[in-house]
């Protein structure tokens, strides 16, 4: 058991900021209270604690060919299964691989980030060498997984229904990358079994105004409208949505995970933030392929804030951004969201610091007046001291 004495502590839903003790043990929050001071106590005079993050989109697999094809399009790069990215990962080693996803891995939570959802390539094989790299690291990641055969115009509804069952056993949900490369029928079997079994159903959609049009064109709805009905539960992107987009999504309670330094790598434009909140849409944020961007956060956060502020000439309130990468994934009080078996939040990230919840937290040097902007403006990997995750305490740097 350890307590934190004196510092700030972003409590709740609403992270309020409070300044108190906490004492944390057996992977759960004991007691939040002033007058707490059980077992190691650490002085946290100076200090502020934040919900760890839950980076809502990686593909932490191409952590070996960082900035690689840089100045290329989207489907050059990215396109399964002959973009740049899939021709230099066949040539890798499999050591290779597993050594660069422990270091992306490190890297995350060196930044504050204890949960990852990755969207795993290559198979069971994929989600195999995944679960391999991030054996002794205090990392939890959600693995959505994919296979070749969910491309393959010839395969059965069978051998579709099968693969995705084999999947399933060993991952949290299933990820596809479009619906430019994926039938309605892979779709279909996909969400299906993922809603049998509780896991999680997501699909890339929107990401350019391209692919957009040619939903319309081609089936006479936009690819957010064909994700919602087929029910996939979380969407990546969203980054052109069309009005009636935007109340689907919030009106079905789905989840979105924009990828702000994505889009902006790839010359794709800057998602509408704005409307998004006025919709009250659950938002979570993701720094995606690992060859395009670090895994860290609080540069996502950082650029997210500011680019948002400049494009459209109006202040975004700071803690919306930080809920973004913190308790927007466990739900929110006001809604049932199991309802919508969006189960991630509720048995995997429990980011909300109150009483009796699992551990899940960094601590780090306050130096501004603003807790919020202390997290997304001023923090930098060395200020991090320490970070929880369940019944793990790992001290990053001592020296406050
Ligand atoms: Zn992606």
Redesign the pocket.
């Given at each position: 058991m350890k307590t934190i004495v004196n510092t700030i502590i972003l409590k709740g839903h609403d992270l309020t900021p409070i300044k108190s003790n906490i004492s944390i043990g057996d992977g759960k929050i004991i007691e939040i209270s002033d007058e707490v001071f059980e077992g190691e106590i650490i002085d946290g005079t100076g200090t502020m604690i934040c919900p760890s993050f839950l980076n809502g989109?990686t593909?932490i697999g191409d952590s070996i060919i960082k900035d690689c094809g840089d100045g290329k399009s989207i489907e050059e790069l990215v396109k399964p299964p002959n973009g740049l990215k899939h021709l230099l990962l066949s040539e890798c080693s499999d050591d290779k691989i597993i050594s660069s996803m422990k270091n992306s891995m490190w890297d995350m939570i060196k930044t504050g980030t204890t949960h990852f959802i990755d969207?795993r390539e290559g198979s069971l094989k994929g989600i195999k060498l995944l679960k391999k790299a991030a054996i002794d690291i205090p990392i939890t990641p959600i693995v959505l997984g994919r296979d070749p055969i969910f491309h393959d115009s010839q395969a059965t509804e069978d051998d579709i229904r099968k693969t995705t069952l084999k999947l399933l056993k060993y991952c949290d949900g299933i990820g596809l990358s479009g619906f430019s490369e994926i039938s309605k029928e892979v779709c279909e079997i996909v969400t299906e079994e993922c809603i049998n079994r509780n896991k999680i159903s997501s699909i890339?959609v929107g990401e350019y105004l391209k692919l957009q049009k040619k939903s319309l064109k081609e089936t006479g709805k936009t690819e957010i409208e064909r994700s919602i009905d087929l029910n996939f539960k979380l969407l990546?992107h969203s980054t052109y949505p069309t009005n009636n987009d935007l109340n689907l999504i919030s009106e079905n309670n789905k989840f979105v995970t924009l990828?702000p330094r994505?889009n902006g790598a790839l010359n794709l434009g800057i998602p509408p933030l704005t409307k998004f909140i006025r919709e009250k849409i659950n938002m979570l944020i993701g720094t995606?392929?690992i060859m395009l961007n670090s895994p860290n956060l609080m540069r996502e956060m950082d650029y997210t804030l500011k680019t948002m502020r400049a494009y459209y000439k109006r202040y975004i309130d700071p803690k919306k951004i930080l809920k973004m990468a913190t308790v927007n994934g466990c739900g929110n009080s006001s809604n049932n969201l199991d309802k919508y078996n969006l189960n991630f939040y509720s048995t995997i990230n429990k980011a909300v610091i109150e009483e009796g919840n699992d551990v899940q937290l960094f601590i780090t040097k306050l130096t501004s007046k603003n807790p919020y902007l202390n997290v997304i403006n001023r923090v930098e990997t060395d200020d991090v001291i320490g970070i929880a995750n369940k019944d793990k305490f790992l001290y990053l740097n001592n020296e406050k």
């Open positions: 989109h593909h969207y890339h990546i990828c994505s995606d392929n």
